[in-house]
């Protein structure tokens, strides 16, 4: 956006209104940037954010300065949410809320919105896979558009349950038997062995080029989830949510012997 006002290809006047959401993840050089915009072409910035979420890369706190430069009681505040549609989910999260873990959770319960499973890591595991399962099932059946999320504590859980999902979805032929393993590179830049098959699903962590219809393209940015088509020894065949399916070729370089091009 800075870039596109400076060259003149985004043109703004005071009629311009900038609506910035996750104002915190702006550092203060690029937000003093902002308002010099502001200063300059009369336009308006309307900012939301949360000191308690994700902070700016760069070092400072926008959202503490603007806290000290403008008056007292000029931003509008946001001190309560609810996200609960009944009166007990309300109780609920209000209990949670003031340490009362024990009778929440007791309530949740009672409810069967909560399990709390025994085992060793591989048992709470597997049982956690085999419920993913079950409500995926049950989604699919009433033609939902609904999907299923699983949150972990840390990324060898999320991946311990990932193989788990994995290995009941290859029993039951929704994953391809053609496994090949992949050396990958992470958005951290570390290699690691990433088995992959027909049908798998797999998420980019920067723009991916492919081949689509013949011609060069992106496939997807990060964070994109596509799903895997076929592959090949030159390479993967994806799919995005769209529909697109594009030709992946695998190269060599420095950091790994054999990655997806990435």
């Known amino acids: 956006f800075l870039s596109g006002a400076e060259d003149g290809s985004i043109m703004l006047s005071r009629n311009t209104v900038l609506v910035i959401d996750e104002v915190s993840q702006i550092g203060p050089r690029s937000f003093l940037k902002l308002l010099e915009l502001q200063a300059r072409h009369d ?46 989910g309300r ?44 409500r995926r099932d049950a989604l699919r059946a009433a033609r939902s558009n609904h999907s299923v999320t699983i949150s972990a504590l840390t990324n060898q859980d999320a991946a311990d349950i990932s193989r788990a999902v994995r290995e009941r979805l290859k029993a039951r032929g929704e994953v391809g038997s053609d496994e090949r393993v992949y050396a ?33 393209g992106w496939i997807g940015n990060n964070g994109d989830v596509l799903d895997v088509v076929s592959q090949s020894e030159k390479g993967l065949r994806l799919r995005d949510a769209e529909g697109r399916v594009g030709d992946c070729l695998l190269y060599t370089s420095d950091a790994a012997d054999e990655g997806l091009g990435v």
Not at 55 to 69: F, K, N
Not at 194 to 208: A, F, H, K, N
Request: negative net charge; charged residues 30%.
């Open 184 to 216: 990958a590179v992470d958005q951290r830049g570390d290699t690691y062995d990433l088995p992959i098959s027909t049908g798998d699903r797999v998420r980019l962590y920067r723009r991916t080029w492919a081949t689509i219809d013949g011609k060069p």
């Open 43 to 88: 336009l308006t910035i309307k900012g939301l954010g949360d000191r308690e979420q994700c902070q700016a890369i760069e070092a400072g706190d926008t959202m503490e300065i603007m806290s000290r430069a403008l008056p007292q009681g000029s931003i509008p505040e946001l001190l309560t949410t609810v996200r609960q549609e009944t009166a007990r």
């Open 91 to 134: 109780e609920i999260a209000g209990l949670f809320r003031a340490g009362n873990a024990a009778q929440a959770l007791a309530m949740k319960r009672e409810d069967g919105t909560v399990q709390l499973i025994g085992g060793d890591q591989d048992e709470v595991v597997g049982k956690i896979a085999d419920l993913y399962i079950r």
